[in-house]
């Protein structure tokens, strides 16, 4: 994932934003590799951090934030996926 903006949270691929779940699995796989030995707070930080870069350009949305916590909570214990619902509405509100 190169930045939020591009996450769409759908398995359809109707414009250049979007893409198919096949693209989003190499995607992931991408990240998870980029990713790999880092702790749980450095990945959190990375999001933040990439999040509030979009927020600030005005290419992520609200929408858009959802959609990746919906895609990506069930994958999170219940403790990882607190703190990343906590994350999401701290960026909803910039």
């Not at 893409?19 to 030995?37: L, N, R």
């Not at 999040?51 to 858009?64: C, D, I």
């Not at 996926?81 to 509405?89: C, G, P, S």
Request: aromatic share 8%.
């Amino acid at each position: 994932m190169n930045d939020f903006a591009s996450y769409s949270g759908k398995n359809e691929k109707n414009s250049q934003t979007e893409k198919t779940s096949e693209e989003w699995i190499s995607e992931a796989k991408k990240v998870a590799s980029q990713y790999s030995g880092k702790s749980d707070n450095d990945i959190m930080k990375a999001i933040y951090a990439q999040a509030v870069e979009g927020k600030k350009n005005g290419t992520l949305t609200n929408e858009q934030i959802d959609a990746f916590y919906r895609q990506f909570s069930p994958m999170l214990d219940a403790g990882k996926r607190k703190r990343l619902a906590k994350l999401v509405e701290q960026l909803k509100k910039m």
